[in-house]
């Protein structure tokens, strides 16, 4: 499998050791660096040194994973963050997807999710654990958190929506290809033309919208 850099921000040395133990038997993954803060993170990230993958703990004691979050966002950096937490709010998982988090995991995974969720995002852009399809179909998301850019009005032709629906159903570019007897360029074409259509930012803010428009029910 094709070698994956990640870092991990995370306060606690304990926990940082912990990670890093757990996704030792994965020979591909391949830590490029921890921090202690966010801080610290973005001073990396502006030297340079950008892996494919955060794990992102959402509560330090310098400040607030959430604003690292946002700030690496803003910055425009091509980095895929996982968020680590305690706690599994649905309305809080919806939240942190918004704000561009391309995956959500609680600290006591195990190491075979841990792997598996840093696998996901990067060859399918967004990791959903069994609670984040949960919150994703739950109606906690509802018009309260609809964000103005999600249009249900909309019209997606006959193509954008079966594709769309793969997309939910978390298959692959290549899956998705075969399913529709269509070349992956052509695939990725559709997938980015229902990025702009809808006002999505990724492949989560696909499902969200999916979801609200009321297009895929699970």
Not at 173 to 188: G, M, N, Y
Request: glycine share 8%.
């Amino acid at each position: 499998m094709k070698e994956i850099q990640y870092a991990i921000v995370e306060d606690q040395s304990i926990f940082r050791y912990g990670l890093r133990l757990a996704l030792s038997n994965e020979a591909h993954l391949v830590e490029m660096w921890e921090a202690s803060s966010g801080n610290q993170a973005l001073s990396l990230l502006e030297e340079g040194k950008i892996p494919q993958v955060i794990l992102l703990d959402i509560k330090m004691d310098d400040g607030d994973g959430i604003e690292f979050l946002k700030a690496i966002r803003q910055k425009g950096y091509d980095v895929k963050v996982i968020m680590l937490t305690m706690y599994d709010d649905q309305g809080f998982i919806i939240h942190l997807l918004e704000l561009g988090a391309n995956g959500y995991l609680l600290k006591d995974s195990d190491a075979d999710e841990i792997a598996l969720a840093i696998n996901k995002v990067v060859l399918e852009g967004v990791y959903f654990s069994e609670k984040m399809q949960s919150a994703l179909l739950n109606k906690v998301t509802g018009a309260s958190i609809v964000r103005k850019e999600y249009r249900p009005e909309i019209k997606l032709n006959e193509r954008e929506a079966e594709v769309l629906d793969y997309i939910c159903q978390e298959f692959s570019t290549a899956e998705i290809a075969d399913k529709v007897s269509l070349s992956t360029r052509r695939v990725e074409g559709i997938r980015l033309d229902l990025l702009a259509k809808v006002g999505a930012k990724n492949t989560a803010g696909l499902v969200l919208y999916a979801v609200k428009a009321g297009l895929y029910r699970g």
